[in-house]
């Protein structure tokens, strides 16, 4: 495929995979869909997309696939599942890759890319996607869209050589997504971006399970608005030693615009109801190793994450 014209594959047809791919096809791009235990419901329904910000939307016929072998090689790959899974599915990302393609991780949490990194051949470029989003499967194929959407895309490594070219590719991928209505930006340090959202990632996620919580709840109560704000600081003064200055009132203007947002449960919380592993190397162990090698023990985090390890382990069994 030329650039004027990329092929996108989503890997992981969940809640984010579906609703950017739902909106890169309808906005004229040729998209193809690998699902497993939805590819059924797809097939015979598409995709459904009830959005607050978007209105109804759907996508019928879908390009879907049961394998990866089956996929036209795509030039950008967008990977909307769970951490927990990347180890199962570098190879399949492998698959469905054109040659010299761009692999996108629309995941949460810290060092990811340098997880999946080693699993990838060389010629194929490696981004982090940044999803600032409300929104969960409330069926297979139906996506519930509450609020926000915007994507920042960050170049981590491959062959793109200078920072002239790696900051051009990442730009080209937000361009992509401005196409379909999204809102996107480049951004040029993709560690400090991931260090930011972690402000927000690691109490909200975590404090859903523990608590039995969406942000609502957890805003409205003194004693929860005032953990959030603790966790949120120690998290900053983290990055911070680890070399990442987060804008100064940062957290403050998290906690205004969750005070805004509908109210919201969290991908862990979806994640702990159903049974699901939580990601807890990417949001909690990885931040706390960095963190310890910078010479700073984030305490309330380091407790957050040892109560969330009693309550899956229990979960689990």
């Not at 809640?15 to 040729?30: C, K, P, Q, S």
């Not at 109560?221 to 940062?250: K, W, Y």
């Not at 919380?269 to 162990?285: S, T, W």
Request: hydrophobic fraction near 45%; glycine fraction near 8%.
């Amino acid at each position: 495929m030329s650039s004027s014209t990329p092929r996108i594959g989503i890997i992981g047809t969940g809640a984010i995979g579906g609703f950017y791919g739902l909106m890169l096809a309808r906005a004229g791009f040729d998209v193809h869909f690998l699902l497993r235990s939805e590819y059924d419901a797809v097939v015979a329904r598409g995709l459904q997309l009830n959005s607050a910000v978007h209105g109804a939307q759907a996508l019928f016929p879908v390009q879907a696939y049961r394998d990866a072998a089956d996929m036209p090689p795509c030039d950008w790959l967008l990977v909307g599942a769970k951490t927990t899974s990347n180890a199962a599915l570098a190879p399949v990302i492998t698959q469905a890759a054109a040659p010299g393609a761009k692999v996108v991780l629309l995941q949460n949490g810290l060092a990811v890319e340098e997880a999946v990194r080693p699993m990838l051949p060389e010629n194929l470029h490696l981004l982090g996607g940044l999803c600032y989003i409300c929104a969960h499967r409330s069926a297979p194929g139906v996506i519930e869209h509450q609020s926000l959407g915007a994507v920042n895309l960050g170049y981590h490594s491959g062959p793109a050589e200078g920072e002239v070219e790696r900051q051009a590719l990442a730009e080209e991928g937000a361009a992509l997504f401005k196409a379909a209505g999204i809102d996107s930006a480049a951004v040029a340090r993709l560690d400090q971006a991931r260090w930011q959202k972690l402000v927000w990632n690691v109490p909200y996620n975590g404090l859903s399970v523990l608590l039995d919580a969406g942000t609502t709840a957890l805003m409205g109560n003194a004693d929860s608005r005032a953990l959030i704000e603790s966790i949120m600081q120690e998290v900053v003064e983290a990055a911070t030693a680890c070399g990442h200055r987060v804008p100064d009132n940062f957290a403050a203007k998290l906690l205004a615009s969750t005070d805004r947002m509908p109210d919201y449960l969290p991908s862990m919380y979806h994640d702990f109801a159903q049974k699901r592993p939580l990601e807890l190397g990417a949001i909690y162990e990885a931040p706390l190793a960095a963190a310890a090698e910078a010479g700073f023990e984030m305490v309330r985090v380091r407790a957050l994450y040892q109560a969330l390890r009693f309550l899956e382990a229990r979960n689990q069994n």
